[in-house]
């Protein structure tokens, strides 16, 4: 528990008052946004943390499931949030934000920042084809109801799109469950490191009580400060001359994704890239397969109106070809920094497309 306290991004938790004391006094929108992201970085810190902690209770395929899912749940929580306020442009952004982010940004800096320390870090490149396949079924999943909103959008097929959004979401979901299945029981083979790795948890462990505790605080944190942060965001947009579009595809996915991000890196500079690269490709797949569709079946509950996977043919492009490109660079196994500037270069290209174009292309 000492080194929560040391100076790093813990300091950061020092935001969450200031953010609602911003919110008290009617601050600018822009202050009380950028104030909540910087309180979400170290909730999000702490989730990853509390659920590395359990996974030395629960092994290691539980451990990593566990990784995966609550390193998401901050990015669901700001989705359902923007979901509740109608913000269906930003939601949509920020799933696609929240796979260019880890796909490219996370992982680039991965492979830069373990590649600065290591000459060649070497991971399963069997795990990375799975990886590669399974977003390729994604993002052709996505672009599904897309299509069928640009070819008839103008007709009067509405109950026709919310069945198929309906029934794609079933699919997605079913999809993922066979995923999970497949890594964890049939062949975890394909998913295991190509070197054994010590396991360096019995250093400062946590015992199972407080790690459940922390995560369930974390939980709650983040949920209260997502809600602050969507509630800023729309006028943060609009003082900063920024479009819903670039504020869901950078700043809340940068935001959301802050602890899968944190942890691969911090594995990267390990040289454990196996855990690094599987953390950020499989979250990307958990946010297509499991985010998405479950959003969609939320919005009939929670949403003013269903939410329709219909994304412009701008995001699902940038999709495709960062799927392309990752799959290229990732796919032999071998991560040098070099690698990884390539990644947060194509980054940086689609950030900046997303910036200056208008939000319904």
Same mark, same amino acid.
């Given at each position: 528990m000492k080194k929560f306290f040391k100076p790093g991004p813990n300091w950061l938790l020092i935001f969450i008052p200031i953010s609602f004391a911003l919110e008290a006094a009617h601050a600018s929108e822009p202050l009380i946004f950028f104030s909540a992201a910087l309180s979400i970085i170290p909730i999000a810190k702490l989730i990853v943390h509390s659920t590395e902690q359990l996974?030395?209770?629960? &092994?290691?395929?539980?451990?990593?499931?566990? =990784?995966?899912?609550?390193? =998401?749940?901050?990015?669901?929580?700001?989705?359902?949030?923007?979901?509740?306020?109608?913000?269906? !442009?930003?939601?949509?952004?920020?799933?696609?934000?929240?796979?260019?982010?880890?796909?490219?940004?996370? +992982?680039?800096?991965?492979?830069?920042i373990g590649g600065t320390k290591h000459h060649i870090q070497e991971y399963n490149p069997a795990s990375a084809r799975v990886y590669a396949s399974m977003m390729f079924m994604a993002v052709i999943s996505l672009a599904v109801p897309s299509?069928?909103?640009?070819?008839?959008?103008?007709?009067?097929?509405?109950?026709?799109?919310?069945?198929?959004n309906i029934g794609l979401a079933i699919v997605l979901l079913l999809g993922y469950g066979l995923y999970l299945f497949f890594m964890i029981k049939t062949h975890p083979e394909f998913f295991k490191s190509n070197k054994d790795e010590k396991d360096e948890h019995h250093e400062d462990r946590w015992s199972k009580g407080l790690s459940i505790l922390m995560l369930v605080i974390a939980s709650v944190g983040a949920a209260f400060m997502s809600e602050v942060l969507v509630g800023a965001a729309e006028g943060t947009g609009?003082?900063?001359?920024?479009?819903? !579009?670039?504020?869901?595809?950078?700043?809340?996915?940068?935001?959301?994704?802050?602890?899968?991000?944190?942890?691969?890196?911090?594995?990267?500079?390990? =040289?454990?890239?196996?855990?690094?690269?599987?953390?950020?490709?499989?979250?990307?797949?958990?946010?297509?397969?499991?985010?998405?569709?479950? +959003?969609?079946?939320?919005?009939?509950?929670?949403?003013?109106?269903?939410?329709?996977?219909?994304?412009?043919?701008?995001?699902?492009?940038?999709?495709?070809?960062?799927?392309?490109?990752?799959?290229?660079?990732?796919?032999?196994?071998?991560? =040098?920094?070099?690698? &990884?500037?390539?990644?947060?270069?194509?980054?940086?290209?689609?950030? +900046?497309?997303?910036?200056?174009?208008?939000?319904?292309?």
């Open positions: 996974a030395t209770y629960t &092994g290691d395929a539980i451990g990593g499931l566990l =990784n995966a899912t609550f390193g =998401n749940f901050p990015e669901l929580i700001i989705a359902v949030v923007a979901l509740k306020a109608g913000l269906y !442009t930003m939601v949509l952004a920020s799933v696609v934000g929240a796979i260019l982010a880890n796909l490219l940004l996370a +992982l680039g800096l991965s492979f830069f299509s069928f909103n640009t070819l008839f959008g103008a007709q009067d097929v509405l109950r026709q799109e919310s069945m198929l609009e003082a900063l001359g920024m479009s819903a !579009t670039f504020i869901g595809i950078v700043f809340l996915a940068v935001v959301g994704g802050a602890a899968e991000s944190f942890s691969a890196i911090a594995m990267a500079q390990k =040289n454990k890239m196996d855990l690094s690269v599987g953390i950020l490709l499989g979250s990307c797949i958990q946010i297509a397969l499991f985010v998405a569709p479950l +959003l969609v079946l939320l919005s009939l509950v929670v949403g003013p109106q269903p939410l329709h996977l219909s994304f412009p043919r701008s995001q699902i492009g940038a999709l495709f070809f960062a799927v392309i490109i990752g799959s290229l660079i990732s796919g032999d196994g071998r991560a =040098n920094w070099f690698k &990884g500037v390539q990644l947060i270069a194509i980054y940086i290209i689609i950030a +900046l497309m997303f910036f200056f174009i208008p939000d319904a292309i």
